[in-house]
T-cell receptor
Framework: NAGVTQTPKFQVLKTGQSMTLQCAQD?????MYWYRQDPGMGLRLIYY???????DKGEVPNGYNVSRLNKREFSLRLESAAPSQTSVYFC???????????????FGDGTRLSIL | KNQVEQSPQSLIILEGKNCTLQ??????????LRWYKQDTGRGPVSLTI?????NTKSNGRYTATLDADTKQSSLHITASQLSDSASYIC???????????????FGRGTQLTVWP
């Protein structure tokens, strides 16, 4: 089982460049999430999608946009990359539905993004 | 302020020994508490999820306990193996309300190293 697949695994960008991080899950999950993980800090939620066609902001949405393309895919876009966005980005999915969150999240292995 | 604090920050033990990791939280209201294991360079993997009515849950050599009155949880690892070397992350969930998913509060993790 592939689970949650993220591409690319590594990327280096210059300040001001744009890029899209891709995420796909094959578990028929309703909810999908984008997190960033920085050294010495807990995971922080950027955006999430509780169901196909809906997206909502998390704790740190500034500088990012997302698209829930279909039930399987959830992409994260950096329109104008900044050095402060250097981080490891994780996508996750869950069976959780609106108002019900007692389900584990399944994470991908991350995209390591460096912005120079 | 809702927070999740983990201790110790790092821990080194010898293979075969037991250890206990601690998690204190101030999240209220509380829905569930999760423990994740994150290997270096990989995404977090769920170990246990406990609701407020559960005080113990096991997953192989991992046993999590929860005291909802004192807002404390522990993760006990029995007969440690080299493969247990990882970061262990405590995550506390607040309940979802209406159309909003429950928010997850992530601790910064305890880095466990198991030496042969």
């Amino acid at each position: 089982n592939a689970g949650v697949t993220q591409t690319p695994k590594f990327q280096v960008l210059k300040t001001g460049q744009s890029m899209t991080l891709q995420c796909a899950q094959d578990m028929n999950h309703n909810s999908m999430y984008w997190y960033r993980q920085d050294p010495g800090m807990g995971l922080r939620l950027i955006y999430y999608s509780a169901s196909e066609g809906t997206t909502d902001k998390g704790e740190v949405p500034n500088g990012y946009n997302v698209s829930r393309l279909n039930k399987r895919e959830f992409s994260l876009r950096l329109e104008s990359a900044a050095p402060s966005q250097t981080s490891v980005y994780f996508c996750a999915s869950s069976e959780a539905r609106r108002g019900y969150s007692n389900q584990p999240q399944h994470f991908g292995d991350g995209t390591r993004l460096s912005i120079l | 302020k809702n927070q999740v604090e983990q201790s110790p920050q790092s821990l080194i033990i010898l293979e075969g020994k037991n250890c206990t990791l601690q998690c204190n939280y101030t999240v209220s209201p509380f829905s569930n508490l999760r423990w994740y294991k994150q290997d270096t360079g990989r995404g977090p993997v769920s170990l246990t999820i406990m609701t407020f009515s559960e005080n113990t849950k096991s997953n192989g050599r991992y046993t999590a306990t929860l005291d909802a009155d004192t807002k404390q949880s522990s993760l006990h690892i029995t007969a440690s193996q080299l493969s247990d070397s990882a970061s262990y992350i405590c995550v506390v969930s607040g309940p979802g309300r209406g159309s909003t998913l429950g928010r997850l509060y992530f601790g910064r993790g305890t880095q466990l190293t198991v030496w042969p």
